[in-house]
Nanobody, 126 residues
Framework: QVQLEESGGGLVQGGESLGLSCTISERAFIGYNMGWFRRPPGKEREFVAA????????DYATSVKGRFTAARDNAKNTVYLKMNSLKPEDTAVYYCAHQRSRFSHIASRPSEYDYWGQGTQVVVSS
């Protein structure tokens, strides 16, 4: 069973920064793209960011572009999401996810991802 372990998150004020990390077992990491999604209160899950298996290609939702940065350390089987200039509308439960297909193009649809972290809460106060 593939497991994703997230860490980070918490309560911050608007304008501050926060970092999330997600570790996955090695056999499910090398060659696979990883994504970040979030579920704001009362809303549907939405795409936030994704990074390809090499770490050289990233994609971001328009709402976070220029503020959030996805990265990965293949030696540590870990992906990161650095969130700067946080806004109250960034408040959500954040999930990391493992994309289903190996060595593929990164995807933004949740259906392309087969394993998910447990979620970590991010609250941004105004």
């Amino acid at each position: 069973q593939v497991q994703l372990e997230e860490s980070g998150g918490g309560l911050v004020q608007g304008g501050e920064s926060l970092g999330l990390s997600c570790t996955i077992s090695e056999r499910a990491f090398i060659g696979y793209n990883m994504g970040w999604f979030r579920r704001p209160p009362g809303k549907e899950r939405e795409f936030v960011a994704a990074i390809d298996w090499s770490g050289g290609v990233t994609d971001y939702a328009t709402s976070v572009k220029g503020r959030f940065t996805a990265a990965r350390d293949n030696a540590k089987n870990t992906v990161y999401l650095k969130m700067n200039s946080l806004k109250p509308e960034d408040t959500a439960v954040y999930y990391c996810a493992h994309q289903r297909s190996r060595f593929s193009h990164i995807a933004s649809r949740p259906s392309e991802y087969d394993y998910w972290g447990q979620g970590t809460q991010v609250v941004v106060s105004s």
